[in-house]
């Protein structure tokens, strides 16, 4: 179990380790000591090269930052990340070489921030892990029946079931879980994985090539002041670095940008997906059945639906997607799915049982015509921080893995093989491996999403969708566009009548406060508010009077409010509530003015998710 990082990774001080040393690797001038349940770190003296290096915290006196080499370097410790690490580790032991393999993750332990639906194909586990089911897998139960359900206010219609959705020898799993697993069998075989370490900057060569990455300082005050624990930040160098961050990555919008890794006018879209994991009654428990719906609580001119997916020991998954293109600045995702979960189809489901965690994130919806460049000087983009999710399947975690076991044959081939590694490696190759599989599973799929932007909304799409994954299968000569991005999509609030969202029942529905608490999330007060805001005033100045502040609608953490200013009778101030923050990265996609900065927190902040 992955506790705390190192605390020469400037996170969080190191626990005494109580457990019997099961291995030590030396990385410059420190050891890494695993045990079976935690990292300890003890400095030796060898010599290690130091850099002293622009923070964003500007105020805090500069001091040099070590830095520790690897081969590669993976930020993020999700599906993408891991299979990665994973496939370099099993290419190397299987070639008897040698190969230093590193992976930060922001979370506090490896899955405490992954969240999906999750219904899973197994075709990527088991090229890593043949026998995954004889090694403890977490993937437990098999998906047996698909049902497709248009909602109503009151009704529950069926509806044809498209070939796209069936999980015919799919597992329902919590992927919070799975994660956990690969993050052990990554670490058995060798791999530095190390929670609670938040990647905060790139370091780039003087020829422009990505060089590495640096995490974050910490014991830092709220006013960018050195506490008594501040401890600066350390440089991790690779001759590869695969960003593995997920949707809309910190780091990964500010690399795509620099580098020009995506077309003029080419851009990303979004969901935002909320899910519950309920333990219900028994006899309303149909393991292996899932649920997907269309319709009620959402409008005809926005893009969503809901899941419902029965996994084992009586538990139930299930959530509502809101496409971030809403154009309505009333709307909450928060309290649609709330209204969702009032439809007597859901009700009917969940009464007599009780929530046992929530949670929140984005998606990347955009498809093939919002794939980025995936490979620059020094790295690549694997998984959902590119973009590979198959809206039509409702699946990503396929594509993420996959993505990540082809970047690690490529750059196995280019360190190992070729002997490359003394400028910068550029894995060109990588992206033909995708362009051969993922890329031709995501081409037949293209004009699903973008159909729904026709004035017929979801009737269009639906319409359109049937017809090409039924029978077109993508074999046609156009690909639609996606309009806008989705904070351009968002309409003034004079155009918009407010939403009357009923109030919560505290059996079903709840408030936003009381599901936030079922995240665990935690930040420590003071350090600085990693939410940032470029200009202070754009939010009283312009989204209040002419989007009515969406702010406190979009987040579905309770973040953002608009509250009286005491100073100034009359009028209101922008208050951030940033110890809230679950990390969904909502504010930074759908923000009009685009004038929030998502950025780490100080390692091992946000959420704490549980089988999710």
Same mark, same amino acid.
């Given at each position: ?16 380790v ?14 890494f *000591? ?9 400095r030796?003296?060898q &010599?290690?090269?130091t ?21 590669? *370097? ?13 496939r370099?580790k099993?290419q ?13 993750? /922001? ?25 995954? /089911? ?24 069926? !509806? ?8 015919? @020898? ?8 799975? *994660? ?14 190390? =929670? ?16 590495g ?15 008594? &624990?501040?401890t ?5 160098h ?7 961050? $997920? ?46 719906? !269309?319709? +009620? ?5 926005? +893009? ?14 299930? @959530? ?13 995702? +928060?309290?649609?799915f ?14 007599? #049982? ?28 694997? $998984? ?8 039509p399947?409702?699946? @990503? ?6 993505? $990540?076991?082809?970047?690690a ?13 003394e ?11 995708v ?14 999403? =973008? &159909? ?6 979801? %009737?269009?799409?639906?319409? %359109?969708? #049937? ?25 003034p ?7 009357? +969202? =009923? ?16 995240? $665990? ?31 406190q609608?979009?987040?579905p ?11 100034? =009778? ?43």
């Open positions: 179990m992955y506790r705390a990082a190192p605390s020469v990774f400037g996170q969080r001080a190191i626990r005494t109580l457990s019997k040393p099961t291995s030590v690797r030396s990385r410059g001038k420190y050891v *000591v695993a045990t079976n349940s935690q990292y300890a770190v003890q030796v003296p &010599s290690v090269r850099f002293s290096t622009t923070r964003i915290t500007q105020d805090v006196a500069s001091e040099p930052r070590d830095v520790m080499e690897y081969d590669v *370097v993976i930020v993020g410790g999700g599906p993408a990340g891991l299979a990665a690490s994973i370099l099993q190397a032991a299987k070639d008897d070489k040698e190969l230093n393999v590193v992976v930060v993750e /922001k979370g506090g332990e490896i899955g405490a921030h992954t969240l999906s639906g999750a219904c899973i194909e197994v075709g990527p586990l088991e090229e890593l892990f043949p026998d995954w /089911k004889a090694q403890g897998a977490p993937l437990n139960q098999p998906a047996l029946h698909d049902q497709m359900k248009y909602l109503t206010k009151n009704h529950a219609l069926p !509806m044809p079931h498209p070939p796209q959705m069936s999980n015919k @020898g799919n597992y329902i799993v919590s992927l919070s879980n799975v *994660v956990k697993w690969l993050g052990e069998k990554a670490e058995e075989l060798g791999v530095d994985v190390f =929670p609670g370490t938040a990647a905060s900057e790139i370091i780039y060569a003087d020829d422009g090539s990505v060089r990455i640096a995490t974050n300082d910490a014991g830092v005050s709220k006013e960018f002041k050195q506490k008594a &624990s501040y600066p930040g350390i440089e991790l690779g001759k590869v670095t695969l960003f593995a961050e $997920g949707c809309h990555g910190s780091l990964t919008k500010g690399l795509i940008s620099k580098l020009k890794l995506r077309n003029e006018g080419q851009f990303q879209t979004y969901g935002l997906g909320i899910k519950e994991v309920w333990e219900v009654d028994p006899k309303k428990h149909s393991p292996g059945d899932i649920v997907h719906t !269309m319709g +009620y609580p959402l409008d005809y001119k926005t +893009y969503g639906g809901g899941f419902i997916y029965h996994m084992e020991d009586n538990k139930v998954s299930l @959530g509502l997607v809101v496409g971030l293109d809403y154009q309505n600045p009333y709307l909450s995702p +928060y309290k649609e709330q209204r969702f979960k009032a439809h007597p189809f859901v009700t009917n489901l969940l009464k007599g #049982g009780r929530v046992l965690s929530y949670g929140a994130r984005a998606l990347t919806e955009g498809g093939v015509q919002s794939l980025p460049k995936l490979f620059f000087p020094g790295g690549a983009l694997i $998984g959902d921080t590119a973009g590979f999710v198959n809206v399947k409702i699946k @990503g975690t396929h594509n993420a893995m996959k993505s $990540g076991i082809l970047a044959d490529s750059a196995y081939k280019a360190i190992v093989l070729d002997g490359l590694g400028s910068a490696i550029v894995l060109s190759d990588y992206e033909e491996a362009n051969n599989t993922i890329r031709k599973e995501l081409y037949e799929v293209r004009n699903v999403r =973008p &159909s729904f932007h026709t004035p017929l909304g979801i %009737w269009g799409g639906m319409m %359109w969708s #049937g017809l090409d994954t039924m029978f077109l299968k993508g074999r046609v000569p156009f690909t639609f566009q996606h309009p806008h991005p989705d904070h351009a999509m968002m309409q609030a004079a155009m918009h009548k407010p939403i009357d +969202y =009923p109030k919560p029942d505290n059996e079903i529905t709840f408030d936003i406060l009381t599901s936030v608490s079922r995240t $665990g999330t935690n930040h420590a007060e003071d350090q600085p508010v990693h939410l940032r805001l470029k200009d202070q005033t754009v939010e009283i100045r312009e989204n209040l009077p002419v989007y009515a502040g969406p702010e609608r979009f987040c953490a309770g973040v953002y409010e608009y509250v009286d200013d005491e100073a100034n =009778p009359g009028k209101k101030r922008f208050q951030i509530n940033s110890q809230n923050c679950i990390h969904c990265k909502t504010c930074d996609i759908k923000d009009p003015a685009q004038n929030i900065d998502w950025t780490v927190p100080e390692g091992g902040g946000g959420p704490q998710y549980v089988d999710t």
